[in-house]
């Protein structure tokens, strides 16, 4: 019977975005399965692309159809539901189908494979013998050598790198050998591992009344064949970890699999050590230190059922298991959930949909949930599960607010305040430890001139530039971290000529420099982008400091996030109001997410802790929630201002981006949008707000200007078909060739 294949073609541009039929041939019939890249004629070009459907009537005059021209080799066939999950997400989140399943699919790495070989005698004891005095009379050293170091191994084996290493013996030469049937060559391919290096405790901790009861709560729904989205919330402290572990042995104990989401790679490494010391080598990782062959292999164990357990951040969400059980999201209040490129998907949805097509359940964990997810969790969407104490019953930390005016005026102009200082003082005399939070990246921030005000900017984007050090006297770097731009620090200011010009506001390095100035006795790490570049440097830091190698830790967002230390007893935040009045509605949420996890930190093993807020709006109210770890509180004020205002997650809030070379182009191509969406909005009879067509929160960047227009809908569907029906206008209308049409439902970061 002749069979037929929908395909993808594997290039990204909107007018390619359809299915191909092509013709399947007799002798890929039995091979052939939904989700394999294939090759393909495409005109006069050969391509490959994604099966996404396969019939057995063929959609268009079947004689004018092409063949498929084969299997694109180590392509993994996945199921069939990952294929719909990528339409999903195109039809959620705009961009092309391509996209979505180059999101979605594991692309094998333009890698060889790992391949252990042995050499083994081939030849029985006697004739060997004889062989050998063969090769010694004909003065072949190198075979005689390899040999004779066979006929010494009791099992008559030896690895191939031993071989030519140790033994000084060439591949030619072991070739040779086995081509005369004297020994032979075994080949095995194995998988990269980047967990092999841990070893499996065993341990096990019994959960306390509190982690219990969640824990039997979600596994009754289980076993009742009930799949629910839970959303628990536990203080920071509370053993949430312990739960996640307890939900995946009992899933994973029913033959099915389980996806651990953490935000970001910093915390893979304490993360899979408490996972891996639990449930051994079953457990992989996937992050973006990886390399690609990495990475594949990881998908490739998940598909051959060599793991149970992946944990990662949002793309191990895409984890191609053969019967996902569980999918667990730590933190799930993290903005780094959110996709930053097409399609811009969020993984709590994408989980929530994934886990509805394969019958799995969803607990989505954090101290501070996301406002749209305890919203859900208030109308009953999500169930909420609480944990309102910490293990052992340990207190929360007590918290001191130090007001940075009254810091000035009293004539302390350090980036430690008087409160501060004093209490770093105390935990290095009783040898506790210290952990200090500051959210900034680099030493300094923008340049500016104290004379006449002008700040150094990128030629090429609307950004202030980056001071980065030169050291020992030399001056330094100006650097843009949108297109990569560099110029040198300048002496004096190009515009007025003032020498008075220079960084402003402390970073990481500058905090740093000044904390071994003042504690000069202290042992000081610091963590950020820069110290962290290479794959090993969040473990050799993190590891470090829980050896307690040192007593202080510097760092920014990374080092606030689910982190346990037990030896921290103090945890200060620096400038904590830095990012609570940017243009941005979920800047107080975060602060005050922000603040919350990093007091956290604090106090988490047998002694108090402590968390100093400094701040320049000691009564702000998510400051004051911060202070005293009251989510109802900060949830409460931040909600009536999302709904006075129309703001997710009471309202949608869509962003359409015009992009292009030409300003002007952009531009007209945003207000040709914006008619069009007016004209919807009048004759749907939905109440809805339009906001522009305005400029980008940065213009430009690396010479594309952007412009864009915000949407406000009740419905999230209403969203859907106004993108729907841009994407039409865009790919029909030959004026925006040159015009890149982009959407952002509910945007955590913007464009």
């Not at 709006?617 to 770890?629: E, L, N, R, T």
Request: hydrophobic fraction near 40%.
């Amino acid at each position: 019977m002749a069979l037929y294949a929908q395909v993808i073609v594997d290039i990204s541009q909107e007018k390619l975005d359809k299915t191909f039929e092509y013709r399947i041939p007799e002798r890929l019939c039995g091979a052939l399965g939904i989700g394999m890249q294939v090759y393909i004629p495409f005109g006069r070009r050969r391509l490959t692309g994604y099966v996404v459907e396969i019939t057995k009537e063929p959609v268009f005059d079947e004689d004018k159809l092409k063949e498929i021209a084969g299997i694109v080799e180590g392509s993994v066939p996945i199921e069939s539901h990952l294929i719909a999950l990528a339409g999903w997400m195109r039809e959620h989140y705009g961009g092309t189908m391509n996209q979505a399943l180059k999101t979605v699919l594991p692309v094998k790495a333009k890698t060889r494979p790992v391949e252990y070989k042995r050499v083994r005698l081939k030849l029985e004891d006697l004739t060997a013998k004889n062989q050998l005095a063969e090769y010694q009379r004909k003065h072949s050293t190198a075979r005689e050598r390899l040999l004779a170091a066979l006929l010494e191994q009791e099992n008559r084996e030896l690895p191939w790198n031993v071989i030519t290493g140790k033994l000084g013996v060439s591949g030619s030469v072991i070739r040779a050998m086995e081509e005369t049937g004297v020994v032979l060559v075994c080949r095995e391919v194995r998988y990269r591992n980047p967990v092999e290096h841990l070893q499996k405790k065993g341990n096990l901790h019994a959960l306390n009344a509190a982690q219990r009861q969640v824990a039997d709560e979600v596994i009754a729904d289980y076993d009742a064949g009930i799949r629910k989205t839970y959303l628990l919330k536990g203080v920071t402290g509370s053993g949430k970890t312990e739960v996640y572990m307890e939900l995946i042995a009992y899933v994973t104990g029913q033959g099915r699999q389980a996806i651990m989401l953490i935000p970001e790679i910093a915390l893979t490494y304490q993360t899979v050590m408490r996972f891996y010391s639990r449930f051994g080598d079953r457990v992989s990782i996937l992050n973006s230190r990886m390399t690609a062959a990495e990475r594949y292999d990881q998908f490739l164990r998940a598909k051959n059922g060599e793991i149970d357990i992946m944990i990662g951040p949002r793309s191990a969400l895409f984890t191609p298991f053969l019967n996902l059980g569980l999918i667990i999201m730590d933190e799930e209040h993290e903005a780094s959930y959110k996709s930053e490129t097409v399609p811009r998907y969020h993984a709590r949805e994408t989980a929530v949909e994934r886990a509805r097509m394969t019958g799995a359940s969803v607990v989505l964990g954090s101290a501070t949930p996301s406002l749209e997810s305890y919203y859900r969790a208030k109308r009953g969407e999500y169930r909420l599960l609480v944990m309102e104490e910490r293990v052992e019953k340990k207190p929360l930390p007590a918290c001191v607010v130090a007001d940075l005016r009254e810091e000035l005026r009293l004539g302390n102009r350090s980036v430690l305040s008087e409160a501060l200082a004093g209490r770093i003082t105390d935990r290095l005399g009783r040898g506790e430890q210290v952990m200090l939070f500051l959210n900034r990246r680099g030493m300094a921030g923008f340049v500016s001139c104290r004379a006449c005000g002008h700040v150094l900017k990128c030629p090429h984007c609307d950004v202030s530039l980056s001071w980065h050090g030169g050291g020992a006297g030399r001056r330094g770097r100006m650097v843009c971290h949108y297109c990569g731009y560099t110029e040198p620090e300048p002496s004096v200011c190009p515009v007025c000529g003032s020498k008075y010009i220079g960084g402003f506001k402390a970073g990481t390095e500058k905090v740093e420099a000044i904390v071994k100035a003042k504690f000069p006795g202290a042992r000081v790490l610091r963590m950020d982008t820069d110290t962290t570049r290479t794959k090993e440097g969040y473990e050799q830091i993190l590891s470090g400091f829980a050896n307690r190698e040192a007593d202080i830790l510097i760092g920014t967002q990374m080092i606030v996030k689910g982190h346990d230390f037990p030896h921290v007893t103090l945890v200060g935040v620096l400038a904590a109001d830095m990012s609570l009045h940017v243009s941005d509605y979920h800047a107080a949420e975060r602060t005050f997410q922000l603040l919350t996890q990093a007091a956290g930190r604090a106090g988490r093993g047998s002694r108090p802790g402590e968390v100093v807020i400094q701040t320049y709006d000691p009564k702000h109210y998510s400051i004051v929630a911060a202070g005293a770890q009251d989510y109802e509180a900060f949830y409460e004020q931040e909600i009536e201002y999302r709904k006075l205002l129309y703001y997710p997650p009471v309202w949608n809030l869509l962003v359409i981006l015009c992009a292009a070379r030409d300003e002007a182009r952009a531009a007209e191509r945003a207000v040709q949008l914006a008619e069009s969406i007016d004209s919807f909005k009048r004759a749907c009879g939905e109440k809805l707000f339009v906001t522009g067509p305005a400029d980008a929160a940065v213009a430009k960047v690396n010479d594309i200007y952007k412009k864009v227009i915000y949407i406000k809908a009740e419905r999230y569907e209403t969203l859907v078909e106004i993108k729907n029906r841009t994407e039409k206008q865009a790919r029909e209308d030959t004026g925006y060739r040159d015009v890149t049409v982009q959407f952002d439902f509910n945007p955590v970061n913007g464009f």
